[in-house]
Nanobody
Framework: VQLVESGGGLVQPGGSLRLSCAGSGFTFSTYHMSWYRQAPGKEREFVTTIRSAGGSTNYADSVKGRFTISRDNAKNMVYLQMNSLKPEDTAVYYC?????????WGKGTLVTVSS
């Protein structure tokens, strides 16, 4: 099983980034896919999730209206479109695949929001 994140980098406040996560080694379409993040010196926190069936989504209040999660089951990909980025969005962003008794994590991609 592998989850590989990409798309992180340095962006100015107010800018945008699109993160991608490629899944392999498991039946991607049957897993709920989520993004979490961990800022320096802080605990990992939930950002957003998209469910396997129906594709309904949930967002943390801190990113609601700015971030959008999407998935392409044909390509085993999940995306995180991040707009209106703020310095407090600086963190390592992790991709997560989860269903009953199964929980997989990627190694993360760093997003730095700074001028």
């Amino acid at each position: 099983v592998q989850l590989v994140e990409s798309g992180g980098g340095l962006v100015q406040p107010g800018g945008s980034l699109r993160l991608s996560c490629a899944g392999s080694g498991f039946t991607f379409s049957t897993y709920h896919m989520s993004w979490y993040r961990q800022a320096p010196g802080k605990e990992r926190e939930f950002v957003t999730t998209i469910r396997s069936a129906g594709g309904s989504t949930n967002y943390a209040d801190s990113v609601k209206g700015r971030f959008t999660i999407s998935r392409d089951n044909a390509k085993n990909m999940v995306y995180l479109q991040m707009n209106s980025l703020k310095p407090e969005d600086t963190a390592v962003y992790y991709c997560n695949a989860r269903k009953i008794f199964m929980d997989y994590w990627g190694k993360g991609t760093l997003v730095t929001v700074s001028s």
